[in-house]
């Protein structure tokens, strides 16, 4: 059974990134990419799409395949051992934390593997809706985020469809509106969930349209490789009557399923399945678990935001690992029953107060949190 002071378990931008910056530190980090987990390939969703164009230091866009091959690349250059297998079963319930892997347990169902610290980096997938058509129209008209494709040329002055009617399809309709001739977001009830505000904002604004009641049925296009769609079928679901409208782009915004499976029951996890960590940290309930990327993001989901919150995990999976290292503190190796984490700050009365080591919550103050 092999033991590392910290292994990261995924392989999208906040799993690359946490392990440049361990393996930089030296902290011989291990990483498990996956094979085919959650069905998808081992580099995350980026390996889905095409050109990534809102990644910073590309000016002329990278493939998504591309731009994860580079991340893995640099992960290894400074020494991150990466392996290509599933993570089947995690025991957090004791230091050092135990792992399974799908085809390579160790003898009489030993770990595979043990660690001090773990990151947790498995992502998040949107949610399809298999309608016919979409499997042909996948990232020919169809996506799952229109802040990623919503810019590319095939949109621009044409009308969009989007379906959902929480926040995501509120907001990505409003963002689609820069570029498409009219944006139509369709709600299966006869009430959206956005937010008030949210919804007041979609309702009065000028380029969009909300059809409640309404679903799609069927994606329809050119009848040729790579063609792209034009048309949607779509019905009331009140009155049965069907229709079809011109499409050129349809965007699903009916939410994600955060990779969540290795730690439930474990970890706190919010109403909707996502990790919880302290804002602005990547501290999840127990300590020496950390969580990165969209597993703990239901709000951006973002390659760029994953990368970011992956470099957080790294340098406090560091923290933690030196602290443990330290003569007074745990050592690696020893069995010691988990603790959870308890928020660093607290808000009383609506002002913010340090906790009684010192630390700030800035993120209290962010309007973006
Ligand atoms: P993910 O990319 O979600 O990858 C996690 C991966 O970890 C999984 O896919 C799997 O391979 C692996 N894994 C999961 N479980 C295990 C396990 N148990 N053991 C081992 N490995 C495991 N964002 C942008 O900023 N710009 C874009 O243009 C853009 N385009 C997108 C296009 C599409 C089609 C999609 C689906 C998403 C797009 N995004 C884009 C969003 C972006 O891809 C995500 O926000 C980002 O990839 C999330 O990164 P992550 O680190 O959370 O991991
Ligand atoms: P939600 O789960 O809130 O909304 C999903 C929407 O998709 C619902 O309206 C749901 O309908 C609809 N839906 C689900 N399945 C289907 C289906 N098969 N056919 C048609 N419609 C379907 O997800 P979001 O991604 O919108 O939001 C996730 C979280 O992130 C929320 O907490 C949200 O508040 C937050 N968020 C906040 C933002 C902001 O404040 N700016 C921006 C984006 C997200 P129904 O209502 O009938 O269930």
Excluded at 127 to 152: F, H, K, M
Excluded at 291 to 301: E, I, L, P, S
Excluded at 350 to 369: H, M, Q, R, W
Aim: hydrophobic share 35%.
């Amino acid at each position: 059974m092999a033991h590392s002071k910290v292994v990261i378990i995924g392989s999208g931008p906040g799993a690359h990134t946490a392990a440049i910056y361990l393996s930089r530190a030296e902290l011989k980090p291990v990483l498990y990419e996956g094979m085919l987990a959650n069905g998808t390939a081992a580099g995350g969703q980026l390996t889905t799409t095409t050109d990534v164009e809102n990644f910073p230091g590309f000016p002329d866009g990278v493939g998504g395949q591309a731009l994860m091959e580079s991340m893995r690349k640099q992960s290894e250059r400074f020494g991150t051992e990466i392996i290509t297998e599933t993570i089947s079963k995690l025991d957090l319930s004791s230091r050092p934390f135990k792992m399974w892997t799908e085809w390579n347990d160790g003898p009489d169902n030993a770990p595979a593997h043990t660690a001090d610290a773990v990151i947790i980096a498995t992502g998040a997938n949107a949610r399809r809706l298999n309608l016919p058509g979409e499997e042909t129209y996948w990232q020919n008209g169809i996506s799952a985020c229109a802040v990623c494709d919503g810019a590319v040329p095939i949109f621009r002055n044409k009308p969009l469809y989007v379906i959902g009617g929480g926040d995501s399809a509120a907001e990505e309709a409003m963002f689609l509106a820069k570029y498409g001739s009219r944006v139509t977001v369709l709600v299966r009830r006869d009430k959206l969930r956005a937010s008030k505000a949210m919804a007041n904002r979609l309702l009065a604004h000028p380029k969009c349209d909300v059809r409640f009641n309404t679903v799609a049925t069927e994606v329809i296009g050119e009848n040729k490789p790579n063609g792209l769609m034009t048309h949607l079928r779509i019905q009331n679901r009140v009155s049965g009557q069907e229709e079809i409208v011109d499409a050129n782009g349809l965007f699903y915004a009916v939410g994600h399923d955060p990779a969540n499976a290795l730690v439930k029951g474990q970890v706190k996890l919010d109403e909707d399945g996502y990790i919880i960590t302290q804002p602005g940290t990547s501290y999840t309930s127990v300590e020496g678990v950390f969580a990165c990327g969209d597993v703990q993001d239901k709000r951006y989901r973002q390659a760029i935001t994953s990368a970011g919150s992956g470099c957080i995990a790294a340098l406090e999976a560091e923290k933690f690992i030196s602290e443990g290292d330290s003569p007074d503190e745990q050592k690696p190796n020893a069995s010691v029953e988990h603790s959870v984490v308890e928020p660093a700050a607290q808000e009383v009365n609506g002002e913010v107060k340090k906790d009684p080591k010192g630390a700030t919550a800035e993120y209290k103050s962010n309007p973006l949190l």
